[in-house]
């Protein structure tokens, strides 16, 4: 009697746990049942659109599946709220249209709007930028498209991901929060044209972890009204660095501010790390930053804070830059500048750049000596400082 009592105990739980105790049930979502098709040539927007609609509605978590395979997509937006978490799984590729006037002026190719709990899972996109490029080296062509773009979004990770040849930035977070990326692959070449990697603004509460990023422009960029960042284990190059601005582009902009960067390699790099300002007045600032344990491999200019930034020698507007720069920190950087000069501390006039922190600093020039300039800057140094501080 008592084994037959314990069985019906046993049963009992079992049941009351499928029922009660166990997650929701995730619904899964294959593009390929809404018509796509992964032939690199049927134009497969419709059908991703509609499989983003019945996950949006979902009672129950879902998973849009992208299985193997090379789906083409036009210019579109997967917009919220919806009612539930969605995860989209990419076992394939997805590719933009060889014509860069598909995606019109829209400046973006695959839009997330507006969500709350989204995750998405491997994949390559391919932007197929390199029409684009001629079109703009010409000067007379559209704006170009994003390759992904984020849009006041929350709860969002994107792992495993790649993305080849955006037309222009590959990434952008724009009045987001709590978003994380990691393991992702971005490249572009090195001639390719404001390619930058990731672009954030107006965010907060960003990680970006253990990914290779490889373009012709900035490989992470964090422009104004960015807060508490964290990137780690980033290998850059080619491109332009990891930088913070260009801030001041007008009177009244937010600032930056609570910024790591660790653990980081930069290779053959028009920049290390930068934070770059227009010497022009404003209310921005860029404060309680942190560059930490880098190392940098023939870079031109592996630290560099240059508030007297301009992108051509017209139109600039040689004022003094009203960006407030304070208590940054620059920590167990080493490698080789491809320039002699391998510490650059440009800061205004008429706001010097305040608590500047040099600690354990070991730059050489491979073809002589490494050297550093500072202008209208307060440095403190401690530990070994290669090449000496300029104050």
Known sequence: MTYCTDNFILLFLTILSVFFITPNYVSSI??????????????????FQKAWFSACKSKDPATIYVPKGSFLLKQVTFKGPCTNNINFQIDGNITAPLDSSSHGNSGSWIMFRELDGLSIQGG???????????????GNCPAGARSISFSSCKNVKVSGLTSLNSEAAHITVDHCKDIMFQHLEI?????????DGIDVIFS?????NHSTISTGDDCIALIQGTNNVSIDHITCG????IGIGSLGTSNDEAGVENVRVMNSIFKGTQNGVRIKSWAQPSNEYARDIVFKNLTMDNVQNPIIIDQNYCTGSNNCPNKSS????????????????????????DCSDTNPCQDIKLHD???????????????????????????????
């Not at 294959?30 to 059908?47: E, L, M, Q, R, W």
């Not at 996109?125 to 001629?134: K, P, R, T, V």
């Not at 490249?187 to 390619?195: D, R, V």
């Not at 907060?204 to 970006?208: A, L």
């Open 187 to 195: 490249n572009a070449p090195e001639t390719s044209p404001n390619t």
């Open 124 to 138: 390559t996109l391919n932007g197929n930028g390199d029409n684009y490029w001629s079109c703009k080296k010409a």
């Open 322 to 345: 009203g960006v407030k720069i304070s208590n940054v920190s620059f920590e167990q950087i080493k490698g080789t500048s491809a320039t002699p000069q391998a510490i650059q501390l």
């Open 30 to 47: 294959n593009v390929v049942s809404y018509g796509a098709k992964p032939n690199d040539k049927f134009d497969s927007t419709i059908p």
């Open 204 to 208: 907060s509460d960003v990680i970006v």
């Open 238 to 241: 080619p491109g332009h660095g």
């Open 361 to 391: 600093i070991h730059l050489i020039y491979t073809k002589g000596s490494a050297t550093s300039t500072c202008k209208n800057a307060n440095v403190i140094t401690s530990g070994v400082v290669i090449p000496k501080s300029c104050l």
